[in-house]
């Protein structure tokens, strides 16, 4: 049996059936019925089928992983046949889940036990304990000798688990496993992690079910690989996909809160903005307000409370620069009603219990259908309310995006996640977690990772050479006080050293520690801190604003970076750019079919019309829409799926060249890096570089300017990641990734005998190891393993790949042109550099110049 969708949809009198006695009476009277993924899932997890679940928050998805294993338990306990041993682990990503849930758990069981004693017999007591870095060693001591019937815990703390002596050998009676919150998981290293786990606990325990539960993702098909695993065949193991996602409706509209978004200036805008949120807050019970970033969220809390002393005690922010107590009771406030709306960046996507929302807000384009769907979802808690979302553009870019955005989500056409291939610094725990445990076979060690679905297609190679690394046998580390964790020999392999086990629990996990990085001039006077997420985007000669003043970036030691004050430079790189989201790379494509259909519309008298219809947009909206492709067709050319614009503006000592690739920032990113290093090779000269989602801008000096035929070469790079790979070297971005992956792979520990090293030590370390690597193990696992990370998984080179080769074989035409003036579609990209928050005004200033300018070019040539 393979994976396949569950179409059997059973009645409440089906599943009463199969519900013991206490457990149906007490479901008849708190619900009376069963929601729709209850109805799909339940009887297939009480015939043992591993089953994934994708719907909507508040659909009741949790009750129906739980529902079959609680009845499961109900009927040991009236039967006196309940064991003091684990039957069910949940596993979330969110601590502050966690707690949620075992409140959740705890109060159906205890009425199940009153129904049944109002039924005549006593029930034993079912034991939920939630066991995370949270829990004291008292609690935790208290599991081994009387372990709890369902344990609550998150992939970090499974992971320490399998290995604890005692408590891993409680893990062999588990039945059922349940992942919450599978999309926020199977994105990232911390869902290699967790299925690495699961293969490893299945060893352990044999076969148990496997429920995962997930909001809106695509395609589901992958995912529910990723949730089951695979068999030794290396066939995917069977199960059920419930999509249930569509059982709640969803009502979208996108609005401009200004009439013209190139005119009107920041005050205007800001003022608008404030007041249309007002009215929103004013006419709905609660609202939860996105913003993209986290300096955002504040702001926008801020304002509003200034600007309505009415909202004083009523409006909170909640992200995760926050402390948890601070959103814990941000978190509480919301449940009971004390607050009529929320203002966050990403914090509260994910499943927390905030009781019940009645409209969200987005304030600029969330970049993804599913991410869209999966904020505007928390409106409307219960499974027959409607969600309802508002998404606020504030300039022209946003709203042509949020219009095809918008469009797609009401037609439920979702962006596809990319889950991890083969992280090799993830291995390298669980390898060290697995000879922890006992002496193993080589090949037999393989089968189990290969079960894993991030791991399915590993070569033997690349596991070897993890085995290798940990064994010790890569030369001149131990100088670098790398020493061995295990032996290998002939064929097996085992634990090394005292120390091993100390150091695997305490560096366990994927997220890595977030450093501070402290911005110097070059004569050692201290400015300001910046983040690592910033530090790392940073290329020699790039100019950023900090403290309100423009600064450029020289070099790197440690933690520090070291700047020379440049006033009046104008900055390359905005201020948050750490934050911004990407959009995906599916969304983007729609955009550039988008373009070309308003292309067609342009000579329409009906223009108008048709695009309010199809995409459900008010009349200033399309109109802005057709004005703004109209100026671009005048001036230049309209870039769109089967043409790609480049454009060369020349100005008094520099030359930039806008490239019109509209592919999402992350494949913009492999793209750029790679031409701006081919490009300083062959003129011998350092190049600029700026990036957003429509495109990228190359800033070169006059006298280096690029021929037709230099920028045709470009797209005819052969080997586009060897290309890239030598363009990362000597990068901010390469030292810091390294400095995580090496973490991950512990080849520089966070914490060894008790104590923290701190993140400038590892640093440099990082920096030392890098360095030894390169020159003498080009193959190392962790040197593949950072270069993999940051090409598949921070940029997206495989849809690079993809565009080049749309390039090279014609789908797509390259335009070259030559213009005194950067065009309507690259205003964007000629002032994000000033896109920092001081210089939002300048920004907006910036693009109505440039405006003006074309307009007037428009007019004179006709």
Not at 221 to 238: C, H, I, L, T, Y
Not at 324 to 333: A, G, N, P, S, T
Request: net charge positive.
């Amino acid at each position: 049996m393979a994976i396949r969708y569950a179409k059997r949809e059973y009645t409440d009198e089906e599943i009463y059936q199969i519900l013991v006695d206490p457990v149906r009476e007490w479901f008849k009277r708190k619900f009376g019925t069963f929601t729709p993924p209850q109805r799909y899932a339940v009887i297939e997890i009480h015939k043992g089928e591993n089953v994934l679940i994708s719907s909507p928050t508040g659909s009741g998805k949790t009750l129906s992983a739980f529902l079959a294993a609680i009845n499961e338990l109900i009927i040991l306990g009236k039967e006196g046949k309940l064991e003091d041993k684990i039957y069910v682990l949940y596993v979330s990503p969110l601590r502050a889940l966690n707690n949620d849930i075992r409140r959740n758990l705890e109060e159906p069981l205890r009425e199940i036990r009153e129904v049944a004693k109002e039924l005549g017999y006593e029930l034993p007591d079912i034991r939920v304990a939630v066991r995370t870095s949270d829990t004291s060693s008292y609690e935790k001591q208290k599991m081994v000798k009387k372990p709890p019937h369902i344990l609550i815990t998150t992939p970090e703390s499974l992971a320490i688990a399998l290995n604890a002596p005692k408590f891993g050998q409680r893990l062999k009676s588990i039945k059922y496993v349940i992942v919450d919150e599978v999309h926020a998981l199977a994105e990232n290293k911390r869902g290699s992690h967790l299925a690495l786990s699961l293969e490893r606990l299945q060893n352990l325990a044999g076969n148990f079910v496997r429920v995962g539960l997930s909001a809106t993702i695509h395609p589901l098909e992958e995912v529910a690989k990723f949730v089951f695993g695979f068999n030794d065949n290396g066939k995917p193991r069977s199960g059920l996909i419930v999509d249930v996602s569509f059982a709640k409706k969803t009502q979208i509209q996108v609005e401009s809160v200004v009439e013209d978004l190139v005119y009107a200036d920041a005050g205007t805008l800001s003022q608008n903005l404030y007041n249309r949120l007002d009215e929103l807050i004013e006419q709905h019970r609660t609202t939860l307000i996105f913003t993209n970033t986290r300096s955002g969220a504040e702001r926008v809390a801020y304002h509003l409370k200034k600007k309505f002393p009415k909202y004083a005690e009523l409006i909170e922010a909640h992200h995760s620069s926050l402390s948890r107590d601070v959103r814990l009771e941000v978190e509480e406030k919301l449940k009971k009603g004390e607050l009529r709306c929320v203002v966050s960046s990403t914090s509260l996507e994910l499943g927390i219990d905030i009781g019940s929302i009645d409209l969200v807000v987005l304030i600029g384009s969330p970049k993804s259908v599913n991410r869209a769907l999966q904020r505007i979802g928390r409106a409307g808690h219960r499974l027959h309310d409607i969600s309802k979302g508002v998404i606020l553009v504030l300039d022209r870019d946003d709203l042509v995006e949020c219009t095809v955005l918008a469009h797609n989500a009401r037609n439920r056409r979702l962006d596809r996640i990319k889950i991890p291939q083969n992280p090799l610094d993830v291995l390298v725990q669980h390898l060290l977690g697995m000879a922890l445990e006992k002496v193993w076979d080589v090949e037999e060690a393989y089968k189990v990772v290969k079960r894993a679905y991030p791991f399915h297609n590993l070569g033997f190679e690349d596991f070897m050479s993890v085995l290798r690394y940990l064994a010790g046998e890569y030369a001149g580390l131990e100088e670098k006080r790398v020493y061995a964790k295990i032996w290998l020999d002939e064929g097996k392999f085992g634990r090394r050293g005292k120390m091993t086990r100390a150091i695997y629990y305490m560096n366990i996990g994927t997220i890595p520690d977030e450093a501070k990085i402290e911005v110097y001039t070059l004569d050692k006077r201290f400015i300001g801190t910046v983040e690592e997420e910033f530090a790392e985007r940073l290329m020699r000669g790039d100019i950023f604003v900090l403290a309100g003043r423009t600064y450029e970036f020289k070099k790197s030691r440690g933690n520090r970076i070291y700047v020379e004050p440049k006033e009046g430079a104008k900055p390359t790189i905005p201020a948050w750019f750490s934050e911004m989201l990407p959009l995906s790379f599916d969304l983007a494509l729609d955009v550039q079919k988008f373009r070309s259909e308003v292309k067609e519309l342009l000579d329409n008298p009906k223009g108008e019309e048709i695009l309010m219809k199809k995409y459900q947009i008010d009349e200033k909206a399309a109109k802005a829409i057709l004005s703004y492709f109209k100026e671009q067709g005048r001036y230049s050319i309209i870039p769109d799926d089967r043409t790609l614009l480049v454009e060369e503006v020349l100005e008094e000592n520099k030359a930039k060249y806008f490239f019109h690739t509209l592919v999402g920032r992350r494949a913009n990113d492999a793209l750029s890096r790679a031409f701006a290093y081919l490009i300083s090779k062959k003129k011998r000269t350092n190049v600029g570089m700026a990036i957003g989602d429509n495109g990228f801008m190359l800033i070169l000096p006059i006298d280096k300017k690029l021929s037709e035929e230099d920028i045709e070469t470009l797209f005819k790079i052969e080997d586009l990641r060897e290309t890239l790979k030598r363009a990362l070297n000597n990068t901010e971005l390469l030292k810091r990734r390294f400095r995580h992956v090496a973490n991950r792979g512990l080849l520089i520990l966070r914490r060894y005998m008790g104590r923290k090293k701190s993140l400038s030590r590892q640093q440099l370390n990082a920096q030392t190891l890098l360095r030894l690597l390169k020159k003498n193990y080009p193959n190392f696992p962790l040197l593949k393993e950072v270069y993999r990370e940051i090409m598949e998984d921070k940029m997206d080179i495989e849809n690079a790949e993809l565009f080049l080769r749309w390039v090279r074989e014609g789908k797509v035409k390259l335009a070259f042109e030559q213009n005194t003036l950067p065009s309507p579609f690259a205003f964007n990209l000629e002032v994000i550099g000033s896109s920092d928050v001081v210089l939002m005004e300048d920004r907006r200033e910036l693009i109505k110049q440039l405006h003006k300018k074309i307009i007037a070019l428009i007019e004179t040539s006709n």
